[in-house]
């Protein structure tokens, strides 16, 4: 579709302080298996926001795409024929509460797909690509709802604060059907019978009370982390044999989903404890680089049924 030349490969970001262009598309493909990788752009409020680029999977130029205006969901613009896909496109100030400038100032639209969903996500202007370790970010949720964690990254020689969005709570507002679809799947779910626990780890408390109803419909013990260090500090108080199956996701504060991982098979005694990582980023190399680490299984996030279907596929 050539009408879409000035995608991701030809778009840079500049950065005026260090007078240098970021080659956006060689910093993406470089570390699409990294989960500490952020594209960092403005809002109309000057605050800056950040999204993994691990769900991220190409920039658009937003007066470049022919968008069918939808009316009667006052978050979502319309939808686009992007490269043969139907996307749903969204003003990112309109969904956070931001001013709503007018659209001359909107520069670029955020190509991502996770949840089942492929998203445009209208933006300002991108500024660029940074690494955030997941031990500098602050869990900034029960300060708004919409936010994951809160960190600084650096423009230039400026530190600035930085607020990576919760983009599950943005699958829920813009697809209101999500919810309630995951509350209708848990009702033909049958119990599985253990006496065994499962230990789930996600920063969204969104998914941790969907998780909550999930293993409370299936008959399951479990314990419920914000972040993968709280995981690993407590499963050191749990008898290796009493865990059935952790899950966790991926990009969380404090301690992500890799570093999760990583630490649980390096202890022998839960060899035959199975991982099913639960995470919104799905692209390719991540998933081989997850299996490689000892991950048995990935499932998208927001779809319950599916999860269901793989603890008891890989339980213990």
């Not at 926001?49 to 999977?57: C, L, T, W």
Request: hydrophobic content about 40%.
């Amino acid at each position: 579709m050539e009408e879409y030349n000035d995608t991701i490969e030809n778009i840079v970001a500049y950065d005026n302080n260090e007078e240098e262009e970021l080659d956006l598309v060689a910093l993406v493909s470089a570390n699409a298996n990294d989960t500490s990788q952020y594209l960092v752009f403005e809002g109309s409020d000057t605050q800056l926001y950040a999204k993994n680029v691990s769900k991220i999977e190409e920039l658009l130029v937003y007066k470049d795409i022919d968008i069918a205006r939808t009316h009667g969901n006052d978050l979502i613009l319309g939808t686009a024929d992007i490269r043969g896909n139907m996307t749903t496109i969204v003003n990112f100030d309109k969904w956070f509460g931001n001013e709503v400038l007018d659209e001359s100032e909107y520069e670029l639209v955020i190509l991502a797909y996770y949840g089942g969903h492929r998203l445009g996500i209208v933006v300002k202007r991108v500024e660029l690509i940074v690494n955030i370790p997941p031990e500098t970010m602050a869990d900034n949720s029960e300060n708004d709802e919409k936010t994951s964690f809160i960190t600084k990254v650096n423009i230039g020689q400026k530190s600035k604060m930085c607020i990576i969005f919760d983009s599950d709570k943005m699958l829920l507002d813009i697809f209101d059907n999500i919810d309630t679809k995951a509350m209708e799947d848990t009702k033909t779910i049958q119990k599985v019978d253990t006496d065994k626990m499962i230990l789930f780890a996600d920063d969204s408390k969104f998914i941790r009370k969907m998780a909550e109803n999930l293993f409370t419909k299936m008959g399951l013990k479990y314990r419920i982390y914000e972040n993968g260090q709280l995981l690993i500090d407590d499963m050191k108080d749990i008898a290796p044999e009493k865990i059935a199956l952790f899950v966790t996701d991926l990009e969380m504060p404090v301690m992500g989903g890799k570093d999760v991982i990583s630490k649980i098979r390096a202890d022998k005694r839960y060899d035959a404890v199975n991982i099913i990582v639960h995470t919104n980023m799905s692209n390719d190399n991540m998933g081989e680089s997850l299996i490689s680490a000892g991950a048995q299984k990935i499932i998208g996030k927001v779809n319950m049924l599916a999860l269901s279907e793989a603890i008891k596929e890989l339980i213990v």
